[in-house]
T-cell receptor
Framework: DTGVSQDPRHKITKRGQNVTFRCDPI?????LYWYRQTLGQGPEFLTY????????KSRLLSDRFSAERPKGSFSTLEIQRTEQGDSAMYLC????????????FGDGTRLSIL | AQSVTQLDSQVPVFEEAPVELRCNYS??????LFWYVQYPNQGLQLLLK??????LVKGINGFEAEFNKSQTSFHLRKPSVHISDTAEYFC???????????FGTGTRLQVFP
């Protein structure tokens, strides 16, 4: 169990640029979740995958956001035309299927928009 | 809709004192409940979970929590805290449809020497 890995740990970019984050889940986990955490708040759900299928997207996820998990292993989260309000910590978690299965989190990608 | 309320945004406490971090949830159905800890610039680490059975749940680092269905609470406790327990603590409920976690706003525990 090598844990959930996220890359990069930090990303600083100018407003209007596109950014992409990567998440490598624990290998035997078929569920993968993306959350966003702003300062002083708890994580908020963005989207999740069951294997390669994206099953739900939050209303927080505007059209500028897209997530993929092409082979049911790693996932990418892309933000196009970044805005100041996108500054946050983006957390990835993975688990086995089931509400009783604990989610294991990566250390997150902190995005700062200049 | 399910929701989680953490009543205290900050809890200051001296080392070796006991502590309780409060969590209340709202749900019309049975729930699974979790406590996570977050150290600065890190992700969340699972402390403990309540799925069913005994209402007193023991977790890592000496923490425990008690599920109270009538009061819809899941308070976290530790009998004697250490400096190293200084961190942000999040209570969460699992949505039974999607299994996504719904978090509270967190409680910052600050332990002083």
């Amino acid at each position: 169990d090598t844990g959930v890995s996220q890359d990069p740990r930090h990303k600083i970019t100018k407003r209007g640029q596109n950014v992409t984050f990567r998440c490598d889940p624990i290998s035997e986990h078929n569920r993968l979740y993306w959350y966003r955490q702003t300062l002083g708040q708890g994580p908020e759900f963005l989207t999740y995958f069951q294997n390669e299928a994206q099953l739900e997207k939050s209303r927080l996820l505007s059209d500028r956001f897209s997530a993929e998990r092409p082979k049911g292993s790693f996932s990418t989260l892309e933000i196009q035309r970044t805005e100041q309000g996108d500054s946050a910590m983006y957390l990835c978690a993975s688990s086995r299927t089931g509400s009783n299965q604990p989610q294991h989190f990566g250390d997150g990608t902190r995005l700062s928009i200049l | 809709a399910q929701s989680v309320t953490q009543l205290d945004s900050q809890v200051p406490v001296f080392e070796e004192a006991p502590v309780e971090l409060r969590c209340n949830y709202s749900s019309s159905v049975s729930v699974y409940l979790f406590w996570y800890v977050q150290y600065p610039n890190q992700g969340l680490q699972l402390l403990l979970k309540y799925l069913s059975g005994s209402t007193l749940v023991k977790g890592i680092n000496g923490f425990e929590a008690e599920f109270n269905k009538s009061q819809t609470s899941f308070h976290l406790r530790k009998p004697s805290v250490h400096i190293s327990d200084t961190a942000e603590y999040f209570c969460a409920v699992s949505d039974l449809g999607t299994d996504k976690l719904i978090f509270g706003t967190g409680t910052r525990l600050q332990v002083f020497p």
